[in-house]
Structures are given as C-alpha cells and as structure tokens.
C-alpha cells in the first residue's frame, strides 16, 4: 500500500500563487506515476496535471498550462504542484494520485492510491 498525504492548500487572490506538495510512504516503490486531481461540489474529479516516475516527462490540463508546474523529488518521495496566476475557477479541493504503472492516465478510475485531498480557494 501507499499512503499520500498532501498540504499546502489554503486561501488566496486570484493573481496569487499557491504550491501543493504531496508526500507518499509505505510501498513508495508503487507510486510509479503521479498526479494532480481537483473537485468541486457536485463536479466529477477533474485531472489537473500528471508526472511519470522518472520526474521527467509531464502532462497538463488545457485549463492550467503555462500556469501550474508539476514535479517531483524521488529522494523526498515528495510530489509539488507549483500553481501560479490563480483564477477563481482553479478553487477546489486538489487530490494527489499515484499508480504503480508507467502510464499517466487523465482520468481517475486510471489511479490506485489516493490521498485526503486540500483545499484551494482563490477569491476575486
């Protein structure tokens, strides 16, 4: 198993920058791919941003490129979201996914692991 828990979630201007980290433990080894997954009430999760086990491959959602980052440092099992220019409709709660598979899927029945998720407000 692979726990993940995330933070850095909390309130701020559009305009604003905010950066998610996502630590993993237990079977890290199982946390091959990784990413990013946002949800508002009533909405289905949404994908927001994956990386590949390597750190060195990525994808983006249409809506968050050019302003959310995604990395991650395999010696601090550790996974970022660095999200800049934030706009009202990026508010949500952000869930960090991880799958012991290669493949980066953008949908979230494609992820075994999932963490608690954070909140992210960006007023107007």
């Known amino acids: 198993q692979v726990q993940l828990v995330e933070s850095g979630g909390g309130l701020v201007q559009a305009g604003g920058s905010l950066r998610l980290s996502c630590a993993a433990s237990g079977r890290t080894a199982n946390a091959n791919a990784m990413a990013w997954f946002r949800q508002v009430p009533g909405k289905e999760r949404e994908f927001v941003a994956a990386v590949r086990g390597t750190g060195i491959s990525t994808s983006y959602a249409d809506s968050v490129k050019g302003r959310f980052t995604i990395s991650r440092d395999n010696a601090k099992n550790t996974m970022y979201l660095q999200m800049n220019s934030l706009k009202p409709e990026d508010t949500g709660v952000y869930y960090c996914?991880?799958?012991?598979?290669?493949?980066?899927?953008?949908?979230?029945?494609?992820?075994?692991?999932w963490g608690q998720g954070t909140q992210v407000t960006v007023s107007s």
């Open positions: 996914a991880a799958r012991s598979g290669s493949l980066v899927p953008t949908y979230a029945g494609g992820y075994e692991y």
